[in-house]
Each structure stands twice: as C-alpha cells, then as structure tokens.
C-alpha cells in the first residue's frame, strides 16, 4: 500500500500543481505512477464539471464561462502539457533533420511557431468551450482522463527518442505488464462510461482519442524516433481539443436531426 500511495504522490507531484506530500523519486516509489497520471484527468474533469454549473447559477456570459473551461486544465496541470505542444510545434515546423528536432524539444524558447500555435489553439478551444452544453458536458469532462490513459500508454509502450528524459524515465521505473493491464481497464471503463452517458457521443470521443493516438505514434516514429515527454504532452493537448470538437460537434449534428 505504501508503494501504491508514494507512486499515486509522485504521478500527482508531476503531473499536477495539486499540493502533495513529498515522495523520492525512486524506482520503488515510481512503479505505478503511470497507474494514477489518468487520475489528474478525472480531477480536471470533476472541476470542468464544477465550474459549469457554477458559471450557470452565477449567469456568466459565455465568453467568461468559456474561458474558465479552457484555464482549469492549464492551472491544474501548471502547463506542463501545454509546454510539451509549444515545443513540439516548433520543432515540427522546423522541418530540420530529427536530431535538430529533438534539440528544439529541448530549447527553453519559445519560437514564432509555437505562439502561433498556442493561440490558435486557445482560440479553437475557446470556440469549443463556448459550444459546450449539458447534454454533451459529463461525456466531455471524460476525455481529461482519456487523454492521460492513451499517453500513459505510448509511455509505457513505445521507444524513447530522449532515453535521459522524463517520459523514459517514468516507463523504465514503472512494473510495464501491471500498469498496462491497469491502463486498459480504465480505457474499458472510460468507454464503457461514455457510452452509458450516450451511446452516439461516448463512441465519437473515443474514436477521437484512438485517430490522435495513430497520429501522435506516426509522428513520434517518423520524425523523431521514438516519444519523449514534450511529445506525450502534445498528444494530451491535441487529443483533449480533438475530442471536446468532435463531441460538440456531433451534439449540435444530432440535435438537429432530432430536432
């Protein structure tokens, strides 16, 4: 049980600005952290849901609802994924060779690219949060945890392009054959809930999720060789913004044939 709580501590300590108390870092200590970074999503998405009905019974305009659905997962991550999409957009619009590539992932600055790209995508996300409605609002607050469950996944399964970096960290020290069985018990659950809640929008959120996820492993393979943590931070990014369109999406599509 200690080693569970320590590694539950060292995935929150890492993954999010939610106050922890201290853990080492050790093997011991790391063997199931993958097990509770999905955790964080579930945290993200019970504030989401929060802070909707919230901003509903304070009748915010939508504008200020909208923005604080954007704000919640950034602050509660401290934008550890979102640094991992700002550098992975630099480097891949560089269209240099892997290892600059790779060097770029690793630059403190920020390039023209990445802040095109940052905000073109709280521009989009913005845009997405504004479409959000009751109905389609619990299947969404799911794609939080979704987002880390598939990056915990090319965490513990794909190669490292970045063998010292933290993402290969976290899957050397990690007990692979557990985690991923836990892994693949919350992607059962995760689906099996976004069903139950509508069998139309819990399928569109995964299918989402699972075409980023082939994408994100194509391009990690091709020019880079490998994952490193920016790269599993860009998959949560791009798969959360990925999941919440097409959820919306299709919501406002069934409506109007329903309707």
């Known amino acids: 049980m200690k ?3 320590n590694s539950f501590v060292v995935a929150f300590s890492m993954y999010s600005k939610i106050p922890m108390p201290r853990a080492d870092w050790t093997r011991e200590n790391m063997k199931y952290s993958m ?3 999905p955790w964080v999503g579930l945290a993200v998405g019970a504030l989401e849901y929060g802070w909707f009905y919230l901003a509903r019974l304070l009748d915010f305009h939508i504008l200020l609802s909208g923005a604080g659905f954007v704000l919640i997962p950034v602050l509660v991550t401290g934008g550890i994924h979102l640094d991992g999409f700002l550098d992975t957009s630099d480097a891949m619009s560089s269209w240099r060779e892997r290892e600059k590539r790779l060097e770029i992932l690793k630059d403190s600055h920020a390039g ?3 802040v095109i790209s940052g905000i073109s995508y709280f521009v989009l996300y913005l845009g997405a949060a504004g479409e959000v409605t009751e109905a389609c609002l619990p299947v969404i607050c799911l794609a ?3 987002s880390r469950t598939f990056s915990a996944l090319s965490v513990e399964n794909f190669p490292n392009a970045n063998p010292k970096g933290t993402a290969a960290a976290f899957g050397k020290n990690s007990l692979k054959r557990k985690v991923n ?3 693949a018990v919350y992607l059962i659950l995760l689906t099996g809930g976004g069903v139950l809640l509508d069998p139309l ?3 569109l959120l995964m299918a989402a999720a699972a ?3 082939a994408f994100y492993h194509h391009m ?3 020019y880079f060789g490998g994952i490193t943590g920016d790269l599993a931070g860009f998959y949560v990014c791009v798969s959360e913004l990925a999941m919440i369109l097409t959820v919306v999406i299709g919501n406002k599509i069934a409506g109007m044939i329903t309707g």
Request: proline share 0%.
């Open 3 to 5: 080693s569970l709580w």
């Open 181 to 183: 069985a836990a892994l």
């Open 220 to 222: 990690a393979m091709k």
């Open 144 to 146: 939080f945890s979704v």
């Open 35 to 37: 097990c509770f970074f």
């Open 201 to 203: 929008l819990g399928v």
């Open 112 to 114: 023209a690219f990445a």
């Open 211 to 213: 075409l980023c996820f």
